[in-house]
T-cell receptor, first 115, second 113 residues
Framework: GNSVTQMEGPVTLSEEAFLTINCTYTATGYPSLFWYVQYPGEGLQLLLKATKADDKGSNKGFEATYRKETTSFHLEKGSVQVSDSAVYFC??????????????FGKGTKLSVKP | GAGVSQSPSNKVTEKGKDVELRCDPI?????LYWYRQSLGQGLEFLIY????????KSGLPSDRFSAERTGGSVSTLTIQRTQQEDSAVYLCASSFRSYQPQHFGDGTRLSIL
């Protein structure tokens, strides 16, 4: 079936460290891929997206590249800040046989950045 | 406001009672989704509405769950005869149309005693 697997947290980093959160997917067809972020006490927000192979989504210093050959969409940031502390969700939509655009989420990865 | 609005923000009820959760999508958004976020299951899709088409109910976990969307705008998720395993945060999202980026509300935290 269609699914998203992301690295389990929590991930704890020092400020200005490099961040990678791994995400791989299983899907039929050609899904769109997303990273959502949930800051403490807030709702889910779209962080970035990519709709086809080799697309790179980017926002707020975060990047992720849609890799069809490895079915991956890893999230990276070169220098994290304390304000990046949040839970990050990888998600996909638009798979064959699925609803029209409903998201399939990974379990989430909690990131804590220490000053 | 301009975002997706959900009410109530918190709901505590006794096992066996019925509950109604409300979602006001962003004006002009034709697609509306309900999800459930729980510790054990993560984020799960429940139901999807697109305009006046029949909803996709494929994610509803049991027949105790139902939802409707009136006038293509406000949606209500109803859980009948609540069980403790229904305790979760219920999230609503809307998008301009299917496959467009979804905007989420802050959710309703449901606690079943």
């Amino acid at each position: 079936g269609n699914s998203v697997t992301q690295m389990e947290g929590p991930v704890t980093l020092s400020e200005e460290a490099f961040l990678t959160i791994n995400c791989t997917y299983t899907a039929t067809g050609y899904p769109s891929l997303f990273w959502y972020v949930q800051y403490p006490g807030e709702g889910l927000q779209l962080l970035l997206k990519a709709t086809k192979a080799d697309d790179k989504g980017s926002n707020k210093g975060f990047e992720a590249t849609y890799r069809k050959e490895t079915t991956s969409f890893h999230l990276e940031k070169g220098s994290v800040q304390v304000s990046d502390s949040a839970v990050y969700f990888c998600a996909l939509s638009g798979v064959d046989g699925g609803s029209q655009g409903n998201l399939i989420f990974g379990k989430g990865t909690k990131l804590s950045v220490k000053p | 406001g301009a975002g997706v609005s959900q009410s109530p923000s918190n709901k505590v009820t006794e096992k066996g009672k019925d509950v109604e959760l409300r979602c006001d999508p962003i004006s002009g958004h034709t697609a509306l989704y309900w999800y459930r976020q729980s510790l054990g299951q993560g984020l799960e899709f429940l139901i999807y509405f697109q305009g006046n088409s029949a909803p996709d109910k494929s994610g509803l976990p049991s027949d105790r769950f139902s939802a409707e969307r009136t006038g293509g705008s406000v949606s209500t998720l109803t859980i009948q005869r609540t069980q403790q395993e229904d305790s979760a945060v219920y999230l609503c999202a809307s998008s301009f149309r299917s496959y467009q980026p979804q905007h989420f509300g802050d959710g309703t935290r449901l606690s079943i005693l």
